[in-house]
């Protein structure tokens, strides 16, 4: 007897699908095959491209070359940077939300200086979530900007104990702050790294089991509110040549290590919907798909394999992990898009 149940199309909030710019990692069909391959039905896409997205044009060619070639519905982020405030109003109806790096990682994006930094959270709407890209002692600083000037903030991969501390005093300040976590903090830790080499190494990094266990509490206790794939390909010779880019590939592992935490009683059914579904839904704006749900066997095992994935760069760092729980079938707008095995498409659309 197969234990098959049906769950809504899911919502990724973060993935760098690299189109245009750096193809030979992912392009915007194995991208959204990945995506749909791994149930999301939606995912919102990075501006970190070599070109990044910070002027209506770019966006506009971003936007451009994704029609025709998606699988699953994809939406994107606008980029901040110091040129990039002036086109704010232009594109905030087009984005659901602003990418702000305030660390260093993969592309250029970086602001770093304070009067900049004001200028961003003063200049963006209230209405759309400011996703920072802010570690550590960092992000007592964004969380201070979005205060004084009342932004929707979002933190991207939260990964510290500290972190969750500040995100959780900040809501019970009544600050209108959301956050996500991604799979490979969940479920990778430091210990991983020595085992993975490169293909662990991604921004912000593996941290210590601590770390990882107060994570898994602040996602039962809603101090994090989603998860974000921070799907980041880089191809096997990138990650394995002179200057190692950081980041792993997440959408096709993220919802099967999650109903494996289901299946041990580490994550309860409905709250896998909140921090897949509804959340993202709702703090992202995002508009309702009829017609769209995903199967899985609950109790379905296997192994993950390097060479079953859709997306370009054609590894994992959970290679060789055995997960119980297995996507079955995605419909979108009431169109077979994944039967188990094969993708059908493109049937995706670019949400502008
Ligand atoms: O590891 C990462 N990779 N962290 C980021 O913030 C960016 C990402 C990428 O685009 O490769
Ligand atoms: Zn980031
Ligand atoms: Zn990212």
Redesign the pocket.
Known sequence: MKNLIRLPGLIDPHV?LREPGAIQKEDFQTGTKAAIAGGFTTVLD?P?NPIPTVTPEALQQKIDLAKGQLFSDVGFHFGASRESIQYFSKVQDLVFGLKL?MNH???ELLIEDEFVLEEVFSAWTKEKPIMV?AEADTLKKAISLAKKFNNKLHV??VSLKEEVEVIKAAKQDGLNISCEVTCHHLFLTEEDVKRLGSYG????PLRSKEDQEVLWQALTDSTIDMIGS?H?P?TKEEKTGKKI????PGLETTLPLLLTAVNKGQLSQEKLIEITLTNPKKIFGIPEQKKTWIEVDMDESYVFKNENLQTKCGWTPFAGMKVTGKLKKVVLRGQLVFDGKNIFGPYGRAMV
Not at 201 to 204: G, I, N, R, V
Not at 245 to 248: A, F, R
Request: glycine letters at 10%; aromatic letters at 4%; proline letters at 10%.
């Open positions: 760098h990075m970190n790096y990682t993969t592309g890209h991207c991969h190494m991604m921004k912000p921070d980041a880089h880019p950081n980041g792993v």
